[in-house]
T-cell receptor, first 110, second 115 residues
Framework: DAKTTQPPSMDCAEGRAANLPCNHS???????VYWYRQIHSQGPQYIIH???NNETNEMASLIITEDRKSSTLILPHATLRDTAVYYC???????????FGSGTQLTVLP | GAGVSQSPSNKVTEKGKDVELRCDPI?????LYWYRQSLGQGLEFLIY????????KSGLPSDRFSAERTGGSVSTLTIQRTQQEDSAVYLC?????????????FGDGTRLSIL
């Protein structure tokens, strides 16, 4: 899996958009970008994934740069329940298992 | 719909005892993964099952660890002669198939404590 780099922590005001960046400058052409989050004492929760195009689902939007070297996860209206550690993962075709890095601790403030 | 279910949610046992952890994947998911997460650490891959293929056991830390998946559905992770360093949260995930384009969905894990 390509190495990903994320800021260790971010704050966001409740109701505002949370924009979480991820750098994956060595990503290969067939690697997908996945985002998961983990709330304390729960298992990781899948959020969204993409290859080249921007993606949107009921939870979030994923913006991938044209050169695919970085991406941004957007939570459009953050709530207190979105406080969690967010992980960005580049998933290769050869490794079945996911490799989680340190992630970004997002704290949504009231 | 129902997600990945793991049981028990918590297990406390004495050093040297055997433990069995159970995972019920999402119905129809052919790929199943076991990971463990030690306190403050990232996820450590243990084993991967895909359909009827031989499992990928490359992540199992020792021969005290084994896993099986019966009927292509439920999986059991067994740890024999438990040691204190086995204390961790054991997570199970499943996906529709074992490919890059199918997200893994995780259960909430079994928190194992070895006294």
């Amino acid at each position: 899996d390509a190495k990903t780099t994320q800021p260790p922590s971010m704050d966001c005001a409740e109701g505002r958009a949370a924009n979480l960046p991820c750098n994956h400058s060595t990503i290969s052409g067939n690697e997908y970008v996945y985002w998961y989050r983990q709330i304390h004492s729960q298992g990781p929760q899948y959020i969204i994934h993409g290859l080249k195009n921007n993606e949107t689902n009921e939870m979030a939007s994923l913006i991938i740069t044209e050169d695919r070297k970085s991406s941004t996860l957007i939570l459009p209206h953050a709530t207190l329940r979105d406080t969690a550690v967010y992980y960005c993962i580049a998933s290769s075709g050869s490794a079945r298992q996911l490799t989680f890095g340190s992630g970004t601790q997002l704290t949504v403030l009231p | 719909g129902a997600g990945v279910s793991q049981s028990p949610s918590n297990k406390v046992t004495e050093k040297g005892k055997d433990v069995e952890l159970r995972c019920d994947p999402i119905s129809g998911h052919t790929a199943l993964y076991w990971y463990r997460q030690s306190l403050g650490q990232g996820l450590e891959f243990l084993i991967y099952f895909q359909g009827n293929s031989a499992p990928d056991k490359s992540g199992l830390p020792s021969d005290r660890f084994s896993a099986e998946r019966t009927g292509g559905s439920v999986s059991t992770l067994t740890i024999q002669r438990t040691q204190q360093e086995d204390s961790a949260v054991y997570l199970c995930a499943s996906s529709l198939e074992g490919s890059r384009n199918q997200p893994q969905h995780f259960g909430d894990g079994t928190r194992l404590s070895i006294l």
